[in-house]
């Protein structure tokens, strides 16, 4: 499970559990457990505390902005 904080102001953002060893290039929307401060515009994704641009939402994913943010936690494998 993934803590994914945005890369400004550190605040968490919300919960994913991340299937794979790879980069977190994009989160699917039905494996994000828990939401904690993200704001939605207009199909994007911006943190609620500073207003940094974490991502583009799609239908069923988010496109995430490597920069955007950082994350802790563990990835679990396949």
Partial sequence: ??????????NKLFKYEKVGSGRVLRCWKNKITRA????????KL???ECDNL????DDKKVDMISEAFTY?????TK
């Fill in 54 to 57: 974490i991502g583009r939402i």
């Fill in 36 to 43: 904690y401060n993200i704001k939605v515009v207009e199909d």
């Fill in 72 to 76: 802790t936690g563990t990835k679990t």
């Fill in 46 to 48: 911006f943190c609620a």
């Fill in 1 to 10: 499970m993934l803590t994914i904080k945005c890369s400004k102001c550190k």
